[in-house]
């Protein structure tokens, strides 16, 4: 089991709130990341990070922002929530360091937002 | 640009059965790639890797099969069970890019008791 946990588990807001949603593992992962996923769908990466104070946008990072101060910690930021974010969001951790590519993910079971 | 793609959204099997999934990806440098399951609810779960090196990797009851002259991947499951039934991904890796893995759309595969 991993080690990596998201809250909240489930999250319904309104238009035009700001949201963070948490991402911590205990794994000493450097690299992080943030998928988007809709039911049934692919995974589409938003943000990543190979490691504290590393931060690099995706394919869907346009409206949202991370931050990586500390190792464990990688947090996602909506700044106005609107009904097109309506998704289910994916935190990963994988344990390699930079130029690495045989790297398994470890996944966080996701936040499911519902923006009205 | 570069994909990597599954051939059928949903594979339906009988319980007891062998499963094959199928995953097309268009990268010809890619020199790694995984099998991820997703149960309902839940993010996914690391399944099995093979690295380009290799055309055949086995494990506990799932196989996965690497055909880089046609660029095919395919995850075999023996003797299918209802705790089988989930969404299965396919990601590559490669080298000299961000060595950030893509994943495909998905299969999800429902195992009928």
């Known amino acids: 089991e991993a080690d990596i946990y998201q809250t909240p588990r489930y999250l319904v807001i309104g238009t035009g709130k700001k949201i963070t949603l948490e991402c911590s593992q205990t794994m000493g992962h450097d690299k992080m990341y943030w998928y988007q996923q809709d039911p049934g769908m692919e995974l589409h990466l938003i943000h990543y990070?190979?490691?504290?104070?590393?931060?690099e946008k995706g394919d869907l990072s346009s409206e949202s922002t991370v931050s990586r101060i500390r190792t464990e910690h990688f947090p996602l930021t909506l700044e106005s929530a609107r009904p097109s974010h309506t998704s289910q969001y994916l935190c990963a951790s994988s344990e390699g360091q930079g130029a690495a590519t045989n790297e398994k993910l470890f996944f966080g079971s996701g936040t499911q937002l519902s923006v009205l | 640009g570069e994909s990597v793609g599954l051939h059928l959204p949903t594979l339906s099997v009988q319980e007891g059965d062998n499963s094959i999934i199928n995953c097309a990806y268009s990268?010809?440098?890619?020199?790694?790639f995984i099998w991820y399951k997703q149960e309902s609810g839940k993010g996914p779960q690391f399944i099995i890797d093979?690295?380009?090196?290799?055309d055949k990797r086995q494990g506990q009851r799932v196989t996965v099969l690497l055909n880089k002259t046609v660029k095919h991947l395919s995850l075999q499951i023996a003797a299918t069970q209802p705790g089988d039934s989930a969404v299965y991904f396919c990601a590559e890796n490669t080298a000299g890019g961000s060595y950030i893995p893509t994943f495909g759309r998905g299969t999800s595969l429902i195992v009928h008791p």
């Open positions: 093979i690295r380009s090196n290799m």
């Open positions: 990070s190979y490691g504290v104070n590393s931060t």
């Open positions: 990268n010809s440098a890619s020199d790694y």
